[in-house]
Structures are given as C-alpha cells and as structure tokens.
Nanobody, 122 residues
Framework: VQLQAYGGGLVQAGGSLRLSCAASGRTFSSSGMGWFRQAPGKERDLVAAINWSGDITNYAASVKGRFTISRDNAKNTVYLQMNSLKPEDTAVYYC????????????????WGRGTDVTVSS
C-alpha cells in the first residue's frame, strides 16, 4: 500500500481543515488506517484510527469531539476532518495503514505516507 496525505495548511484557531490520504494497492479496503501527528521535538502520536469497513473508530482524548476520521473504500481514500482547531494541533500529520483490523499501536502500522503540515495560529 502506498499512501499520500494532503490537505494541510495554515489556519486560524477555531478553523477547520480536512486532510485526505489517497492509497494505492489492492489491500487498502482490508486495511485498518490511522492518522498520526508529530509536533516539533515530540514523538509521533496516534490521532485517530479506523477499521477496514469504517464503522469502528478510535480517537486520542485531545481530539475527541473535534476530529472525525472516515474512509471511502471506493475511492481508496481516508479522511480526517478537523474542526475547532487549536494551536496545539500544529504538527506534521501522517496517514498509515496496518494489516490489522484496527490498532492504536504505532508499531503495528506497516505503511506510511509523507506527512502534511498543519499550522494553527492563535
């Protein structure tokens, strides 16, 4: 599975962005997917995860209620809708794929896309 994330940018606090991750490869529709983020000087952390069919999701406590992960297997794309953005959401965002049903463990993700920058100004 090859992944390409896009949709990042500069936004004011309180604004919204939607990230997209386009995937290629036959196994996308059977792969769990995740969005991660890494702020400068910090570790890469899970933001949200979704199972292969899109009906089970998991969110980091810091984004729950503000972010929504979804997927369209017909388009081989996973999305991250980010609302009510805060300056602390500033990071490079990555999408990743796993052979597992769904997992929150970063080590379980085998495929990674290039990151997309998200900057939230105060």
């Amino acid at each position: 599975v090859q992944l390409q994330a896009y949709g990042g940018g500069l936004v004011q606090a309180g604004g919204s962005l939607r990230l997209s991750c386009a995937a290629s490869g036959r196994t996308f529709s059977s792969s769990g997917m995740g969005w991660f983020r890494q702020a400068p000087g910090k570790e890469r952390d899970l933001v949200a995860a979704i199972n292969w069919s899109g009906d089970i999701t998991n969110y980091a406590a810091s984004v729950k209620g503000r972010f929504t992960i979804s997927r369209d297997n017909a388009k081989n794309t996973v999305y991250l809708q980010m609302n009510s953005l805060k300056p602390e959401d500033t990071a490079v965002y990555y999408c990743a794929a796993t052979k597992w049903f769904m997992t929150t463990r970063i080590g379980d993700y085998e495929y990674w896309g290039r990151g997309t920058d998200v900057t939230v100004s105060s």
